[in-house]
C-alpha cells in the first residue's frame, strides 16, 4: 500500500531551525511532483511548497520564500522541507502529499496524503 510519513516537527524558539522528512513506501516518486501542505489550528490547510522528484525544482509560498528549501533524496525515496527563520505563525501540522508529474501540484489535486507532523514555534 501507498504510505507516506512525515517526521521531524517538534518544539523550536523563534528564529529556530527545523528539517521535515516525508520517506515514501509503496510507490517510488520518481514520476511524482510532492506537495508540503501546512495547516495551524482553526485554520485552512494551505500550500508551501513543491518539489518534482523527478529533476528536483520547486516552488513555494510567498510566506516561507527565502527560509524554507525543499530538496529530495532519490536513494531514499525521501523528501525534505528545511525550515529556518521559523516564525511563530508557521505553527501548523506539516503534511506532504504526491501527485502524478503530469498534473498541478494544488491541494485538491493531490493523490496521496501523509498524516502530519507538528511544528510548534514558541517562546
Known amino acids: 500500500q501507498v504510505q507516506l510519513v512525515e517526521s521531524g516537527g517538534g518544539l523550536v524558539q523563534p528564529g529556530g531551525s527545523l528539517r521535515l522528512s516525508c520517506a515514501a513506501s509503496g510507490i517510488t516518486l520518481d514520476y511524482y511532483t510532492i506537495g508540503w501542505f501546512r495547516q495551524a489550528p482553526g485554520k485552512e490547510r494551505e500550500g508551501v511548497s513543491c518539489?518534482?522528484?523527478?529533476?528536483?525544482?520547486?516552488s513555494y509560498a510567498d510566506s516561507v520564500k527565502g527560509r524554507f528549501s525543499a530538496s529530495r533524496d532519490t536513494a531514499k525515496n525521501t523528501v525534505y522541507l528545511q525550515m529556518n527563520s521559523l516564525k511563530p505563525e508557521d505553527t501548523a501540522v506539516y503534511y506532504c502529499?504526491?501527485?502524478?508529474?503530469?498534473?498541478?501540484?494544488?491541494?485538491?489535486?493531490?493523490?496521496?496524503w501523509g498524516k502530519g507532523t507538528l511544528v510548534t514555534v514558541s517562546s
Open positions: 518539489i518534482s522528484f523527478s529533476d528536483g525544482s520547486t
Open positions: 502529499a504526491t501527485i502524478h508529474y503530469t498534473r498541478g501540484c494544488t491541494i485538491r489535486s493531490m493523490d496521496y
